[in-house]
């Protein structure tokens, strides 16, 4: 018969037992669980692959369109994107380019004057505006605005585009109104990494694309996040309220996120250099 002592060590021997066996039996568990979550994981991945595989590569659609930008430009933006190249050596390239919406000369100088401001004096069908000029910062610019003022090509040029949303910009300078007219020929870009796009500025659109900026210019009526890709020229001096009376009539909205022309026609009578 078995003494105490042994029934104890039998017990215990036995408890140790169940206790492997309890051990052994939870490793198999977790590694069941384990193995199982991989797998279902491993499916989920190659059934998205295969999702994708389908409405990508078996497709023969086009994809969309990426989203039209909302930076002045003189046309729509080239598909390569704005431009970045630094701004132009002095002195000044007039490129013949496009055909001219007006028969008018490239300026007299490649090499104008890189100091002082010149006065615009500018009558509209809304009411008088002041420019100022600045050389300084644009000479080749300037030079190339003066030379159209004194050529009259601005004179009976309707302002073609506003934007009321994400950007605050009345566009003008083309005298067809359909933002696709220039000159004749392109100037160079002068822009600045620093250059900020607040209210009052006058600036060069462009069509994206380097050293492409014309005749088409517009005024900031309002703070606006622009990248320093346009060449800014100068200054509203005084008639800011012209145009601030114009973007409160808002646009028709063509172009989509409060883009296209003013639903308050505004016409350039004339401009005239002081």
Avoid at 52 to 60: E, L, T
Avoid at 116 to 136: D, I, P, W
Avoid at 170 to 193: A, N
Wanted: contains cysteine; aromatic residues 6%; positive net charge.
């Amino acid at each position: 018969m078995p003494t105490d002592k042994q029934r104890r060590e039998a017990s215990r021997r036995e408890l140790q037992q169940k206790l492997q066996q309890r051990q052994a039996s939870e490793a198999q568990r977790r590694r069941t669980t384990l193995i199982s979550s991989i797998v279902a994981t491993v499916v989920i991945i190659a059934g998205v692959i295969v999702l994708i595989a389908v409405n990508s590569g078996g497709s023969k659609k086009a994809p969309s369109a990426a989203p039209a930008t909302t930076a002045p430009a003189t046309t729509a933006p080239a598909t390569t994107g704005p431009a970045t190249t630094a701004a132009a050596a002095y002195p000044c390239t007039w490129t013949a380019g496009g055909t001219a919406a007006r028969k008018v000369s490239v300026p007299a100088t490649t090499t104008p004057p890189k100091t002082g401001a010149t006065t615009v004096a500018v009558q509209t069908t809304q009411g008088a505006m002041t420019f100022t000029l600045n050389r300084a910062a644009a000479p080749c610019t300037v030079a190339s605005f003066v030379s159209l003022v004194q050529q009259k090509f601005y004179d009976k040029t309707p302002c073609h585009r506003l934007t009321t949303a994400g950007i605050y910009v009345l566009q003008c300078g083309d005298p067809t109104g359909t933002g696709t007219g220039g000159p004749g020929y392109t100037i160079p870009d002068e822009y600045k990494s620093t250059d900020r796009f607040t209210t009052g500025v006058l600036a060069m659109a462009n069509t994206g694309q380097a050293h492409s900026g014309g005749s088409q210019f517009f005024i900031v009526y309002k703070d606006s996040s622009l990248p320093p890709q346009y060449t800014i020229f100068g200054t509203v001096r005084s008639g800011l309220s012209v145009v601030e009376k114009v973007a409160a009539k808002g646009s028709n909205n063509a172009n989509g996120q409060g883009d296209g022309k003013p639903n308050l026609p505004i016409t350039i009578s004339s401009m005239t250099v002081k």
